[in-house]
């Protein structure tokens, strides 16, 4: 590394072998980005694991069937009157003719020191009729099942069937009203509305012959999810609405965990798949670096040892682990933000302190500044990502075949 | 410093010596980590045997997570020491002062079965500390060289300490003290001049 350039006025170093040897270097270099993405992905899953306990006091995925009137009475083998109901794949359930669902999600977050936990509370809205006529043959009182948990249900909820308000009975695992239809001619329309809570997501199954569900609210990373996709759907960030249009046959089958539509959410969070995206861009963003440095090197003709690449390589690294402590405390943003000038402002200093040139450091620090801004610009378009990278790649390609002229003209 | 006495035929400390050495202290580091995480596994034993309670076996396996670090930023501060007060120190001594670090936590273990960990942190981190600055005054005869080495030591250990009750704040704390040591090696590397191919610390 001691080149005798002072010796030979005029004519110029091999610097082969030092970007041989700064190749090597990279090795364990990535070596320590991989040991920063282990430690990533296991506070992920420490994160996750105490988000879920977090979440599972408050409330767990909600699935709710929409009302149901049972068909068969006379044939029930189980212990209670109601019990069958209990095993939804026995036939013998109507739904509605038309049945409107409604829901509208909340979302709030639950801390716990540095662990967070979304849940939600979902306003749900059930309407629709029942044909007419199809209610009085059952016998003069029915019984409406709801499938929800009860134990999701924030205040009693009540329905109105007819003219009627009755109040739902909690039984096990879901909500029934007995109803006395000796009276309901005609159409029998039905609403009813609840709040539930719950977190990671929301699954409603329509019943009827034609139904609508609507789920809409705020929450982060929602996915629409089930036995149909969507016919209408809107997300713009953290604001999502989706609508489902079905239609089944009026006695109905139900197999025990499918038909459901719905969304679901991210109950922990994406902090950690932020970090380890970023990661992905540690190889590029020190081998540029590093060839920034090594052109200054040439052009300065002041030799800087491998040592000091090797630390400069070092502080990039530290960059992802520095990135990863404090999104756990501020958001991504911000933390990306405080990491990178904290990166560059140490790089920036050692270059102009050892080169002597308070320009020269500037310019490394403006470069890294640029790499950082656009490997954060990356992270936040989600589409065409690739597209900008090699476009970048090529840019950079570009400004390093100029800057390797500046050097055979000198 | 250029002026004391000792003199070589030909320089010693070249950057040939440096990148030597630091592979070297590398892999002793490595090595002994490796002897560390056996610590860990007796600790594990004795906890299973039930002589360990469960809650100091959990501290003495956080502070083994350290040891590595703290075996390469000590025996790099020794380099240091070598090249700043120009006194040789071989091989073997290298090992020994790791050794010595390496010891550290299996008497925390031992220690820690006896008393609270907090008392058998601090005795133990004062008989390391002694032992090793006493080696160094050995080795250099220069109390500042002993100074140095005792503050870098003491420095490391409490940070230890302080990670290891941390918790989730670890990483933070951890993260930060990396970053102020890395630029801690780059100032340590502004001062390292080649002076007819030797290296001075200036």
Same mark, same amino acid.
């Given at each position: 590394?001691?080149?005798?350039?002072?010796?030979?006025?005029?004519?110029?170093?091999?610097?082969?072998?030092?970007?041989?040897?700064?190749?090597?270097?990279?090795?364990?270099?990535?070596?320590?980005?991989?040991?920063?993405?282990?430690?990533?992905?296991?506070?992920?899953?420490?994160?996750?694991?105490? *988000?879920?306990?977090?979440?599972?006091?408050?409330?767990?995925?909600?699935?709710i069937t929409g009302p149901?009137?049972?068909?068969?009475?006379?044939?029930?083998?189980?212990?209670?009157?109601?019990?069958?109901? @209990?095993?939804?794949?026995? %036939?013998?359930?109507?739904g509605p003719?038309t049945f409107d669902c409604?829901?509208?999600?909340?979302?709030?977050?639950?801390?716990?020191?540095?662990?967070?936990?979304?849940?939600?509370?979902?306003?749900?809205?059930m309407?629709g009729?029942?044909?007419?006529?199809?209610?009085?043959?059952?016998?003069?009182?029915?019984?409406?099942?709801?499938?929800?948990?009860?134990?999701?249900?924030?205040?009693?909820?009540? !329905?109105?069937?007819?003219?009627?308000?009755?109040?739902?009975?909690?039984?096990?695992?879901?909500?029934?009203?007995?109803?006395?239809? *000796?009276?309901?001619?005609?159409?029998?329309?039905?609403?009813?509305?609840?709040?539930?809570?719950?977190?990671?997501?929301?699954f409603i199954r329509p019943t009827g012959e034609q139904s609508t569900v609507?789920?809409?609210?705020?929450?982060?990373?929602?996915?629409?999810?089930g036995k149909t996709? %969507?016919?209408?759907?809107?997300?713009?960030?953290?604001?999502?609405?989706?609508?489902w249009e079905e239609k089944m046959?009026?006695?109905m089958?139900?197999?025990?965990?499918?038909g459901y539509v719905g969304?679901?959410?991210?109950?922990?969070?994406?902090?950690?798949?932020?970090?380890?995206?970023?990661?992905? @861009?540690?190889?590029?963003?020190?081998?540029?670096?590093?060839?920034?440095?090594?052109?200054?090197?040439?052009?300065?003709?002041?030799?800087?040892?491998?040592?000091?690449?090797?630390?400069?390589?070092?502080?990039?690294?530290?960059?992802?682990?520095?990135?990863?402590?404090?999104?756990?405390?501020?958001?991504?943003?911000?933390?990306?933000?405080?990491?990178?000038?904290?990166?560059?402002?140490?790089?920036?200093?050692?270059?102009?302190?050892?080169?002597?040139?308070?320009?020269?450091?500037?310019?490394?620090?403006?470069?890294?500044?640029?790499?950082?801004? !656009?490997?954060?610009?990356?992270?936040?378009?989600?589409?065409?990502?690739?597209?900008?990278?090699?476009?970048?790649?090529?840019?950079?390609?570009?400004?390093?075949?100029?800057?390797?002229?500046?050097?055979?003209?000198? | 410093?250029?002026?004391?006495?000792?003199?070589?035929?030909?320089?010693?400390?070249?950057?040939?010596?440096?990148?030597?050495?630091?592979?070297?202290? =590398?892999?002793?580091?490595?090595?002994?980590?490796?002897?560390?995480?056996? #610590?860990?596994?007796?600790?594990?034993?004795?906890?299973?045997?039930?002589? =360990?309670?469960?809650?100091?076996?959990?501290?003495?396996?956080?502070?083994?997570?350290?040891?590595?670090?703290?075996?390469? #930023?000590?025996?790099?501060?020794?380099?240091?020491?070598?090249?700043?007060?120009?006194?040789?120190?071989?091989?073997?001594?290298?090992? =020994?002062?790791?050794?010595?670090?390496?010891?550290?936590?299996?008497?925390?273990?031992?220690?820690?079965?006896?008393?609270?960990?907090?008392?058998?942190?601090?005795?133990?981190?004062?008989?390391?500390?002694?032992?090793?600055?006493?080696?160094?005054?050995? =080795?250099?005869?220069?109390?500042?060289?002993?100074?140095?080495?005792?503050?870098?030591?003491?420095?490391?250990?409490?940070?230890?300490?302080?990670?290891?009750?941390?918790?989730?704040?670890? /990483? /933070?704390?951890?993260? /930060?003290?990396?970053?102020?040591?890395?630029?801690?090696?780059?100032?340590?590397?502004?001062? /390292?001049?080649?002076?007819?191919?030797?290296?001075?610390?200036?």
């Open positions: 590394m001691t080149s005798d350039i002072h010796t030979y006025s005029g004519s110029r170093p091999s610097y082969g072998k030092k970007v041989f040897l700064m190749g090597l270097i990279c090795v364990p270099l990535m070596i320590g980005v991989l040991a920063v993405w282990i430690l990533t992905f296991s506070r992920e899953l420490t994160s996750n694991s105490v *988000a879920d306990e977090i979440a599972h006091k408050w409330g767990s995925m909600v699935y149901v009137v049972r068909v068969d009475m006379d044939d029930s083998d189980g212990e209670s009157p109601y019990d069958q109901g @209990y095993h939804t794949d026995s %036939p013998g359930w109507m003719q409604e829901a509208t999600v909340e979302t709030s977050s639950l801390h716990r020191g540095i662990y967070e936990a979304e849940v939600f509370t979902s306003h749900v809205r309407s009729a029942f044909s007419p006529g199809s209610l009085q043959p059952l016998g003069d009182t029915v019984m409406v099942k709801l499938d929800v948990d009860p134990g999701c249900i924030e205040q009693p909820a009540s !329905l109105t069937i007819g003219d009627r308000q009755l109040e739902w009975t909690s039984f096990k695992d879901y909500l029934f009203a007995k109803v006395n239809v *000796a009276d309901m001619s005609g159409r029998v329309e039905f609403s009813t509305e609840f709040n539930v809570r719950g977190s990671g997501a929301l609507t789920i809409s609210g705020d929450a982060s990373n929602p996915s629409f999810d996709l %969507p016919v209408d759907r809107q997300l713009s960030g953290r604001v999502f609405s989706a609508r046959p009026a006695r089958k139900f197999s025990s965990r499918s969304t679901s959410f991210l109950v922990g969070v994406d902090r950690y798949q932020k970090v380890s995206r970023s990661m992905k @861009y540690s190889f590029i963003i020190i081998v540029l670096t590093f060839i920034s440095v090594l052109f200054v090197e040439i052009v300065k003709r002041h030799p800087i040892p491998l040592l000091n690449y090797f630390l400069i390589g070092a502080a990039l690294i530290l960059f992802y682990s520095l990135l990863l402590s404090f999104t756990e405390l501020v958001p991504f943003g911000w933390a990306y933000l405080v990491a990178s000038v904290m990166t560059i402002a140490l790089i920036a200093g050692y270059i102009w302190k050892i080169l002597g040139s308070r320009s020269l450091g500037m310019s490394i620090g403006a470069v890294l500044a640029v790499m950082y801004l !656009l490997c954060f610009i990356m992270l936040s378009i989600s589409d065409g990502a690739l597209l900008v990278g090699s476009l970048l790649l090529f840019f950079a390609l570009a400004a390093m075949m100029y800057g390797s002229l500046k050097i055979n003209s000198n | 410093m250029e002026n004391m006495n000792e003199t070589y035929d030909e320089p010693k400390y070249t950057m040939r010596w440096l990148g030597i050495q630091t592979v070297f202290v =590398l892999v002793i580091s490595l090595i002994l980590a490796l002897v560390a995480s056996g #610590i860990d596994s007796v600790a594990l034993g004795r906890q299973v045997a039930g002589t =360990l309670h469960s809650k100091q076996y959990e501290l003495v396996s956080n502070s083994i997570t350290y040891c590595f670090a703290v075996l390469t #930023i000590s025996l790099m501060s020794l380099m240091l020491i070598e090249v700043a007060f120009r006194k040789g120190i071989n091989f073997l001594q290298y090992g =020994l002062v790791g050794c010595a670090l390496c010891l550290f936590f299996l008497l925390l273990l031992a220690m820690s079965e006896k008393m609270a960990f907090i008392w058998a942190y601090m005795i133990v981190t004062v008989m390391t500390i002694g032992l090793i600055g006493t080696f160094v005054k050995g =080795l250099t005869k220069n109390m500042k060289a002993v100074g140095l080495s005792v503050t870098i030591l003491a420095v490391e250990y409490g940070l230890m300490l302080m990670l290891v009750y941390m918790g989730s704040m670890a /990483l /933070l704390i951890g993260s /930060l003290s990396l970053f102020i040591l890395i630029a801690v090696a780059m100032y340590f590397t502004l001062k /390292l001049k080649v002076e007819n191919e030797e290296l001075v610390l200036k």
